[in-house]
């Protein structure tokens, strides 16, 4: 066998240990799963707020908050995975076919443990470092960029963590308190969700 087609069987052995590394599931925590479905939903309506105002008031509203560098390590070392994994990917399964709509009524009826593929964790790791980027540049106002990565936050959560959270959870953080929140809206303060997690 020459060089060339060891190298090849040598990385495509590589891509398949990749394959199955990203593929495999890490069990979560409730009171994480609930934390972190609440805190992308805050993300997800901070920007759409941020649309009327100045992205600068955007800033200071996060200045004090959770930092999503904190999150992004936290789940990293729940999960045992590399940072550097981060840049490879972000994918996940966007379908809500009849069999998944099938397994978030099992899981909410059965309320068994639930899980996230390391490819859903790296993914959701990686949208939360675009939006740290994005929270320490000097955009002026709200941008395509940031619609962009509101609506990927929005379908990740969606798509991924809410199917796996009990009715009255996804109820709970529907109400998140957010940015330029209207002030007649009932919220719940992230501390409730963030308490007992260790960032």
């Known amino acids: 066998m020459n060089a060339r087609a060891i190298s090849g069987r040598i990385f495509a052995n590589a891509d398949q240990d990749f394959a199955l590394s990203m593929n495999r599931k890490t069990i979560i925590e409730r009171d994480t799963l609930v934390f972190l479905y609440a805190y992308l939903r805050q ?10 105002t100045s992205w600068a008031e955007l ?11 904190r999150v992004i390590n936290y ?3 729940y999960a045992h995975l590399n940072l550097d994994t981060i840049e490879w990917l ?8 009849w069999l998944r709509r099938l397994g978030c009524f099992l899981f909410r009826t059965v309320n068994g443990p639930a899980s996230l593929a390391h490819s859903e964790i790296l993914c959701c790791c990686k949208l939360l470092s675009i939006f740290d980027e994005y929270l ?3 955009f002026q106002s709200y941008n395509l960029e940031v619609e962009k990565l509101r609506i ?4 990740f959560y969606s798509n991924v963590l809410e199917c796996k959270l009990r009715r009255k959870d996804s109820d709970k953080a529907m109400r998140i308190e957010h940015y330029f929140q209207k002030s007649i809206l009932k919220t719940t303060p992230m501390e409730e969700f963030s308490r007992g997690i260790y960032l």
């Open 59 to 69: 800033q200071h509203y996060y200045h004090d908050k959770i930092n999503p560098a």
């Open 43 to 52: 993300i997800d309506l901070s920007l759409d707020r941020c649309r009327w």
């Open 152 to 155: 990927d936050i929005a379908k």
């Open 75 to 77: 789940l990293l070392k």
């Open 90 to 97: 972000c994918s996940y399964d966007e379908e809500t076919s």
């Open 136 to 138: 320490k540049s000097d």
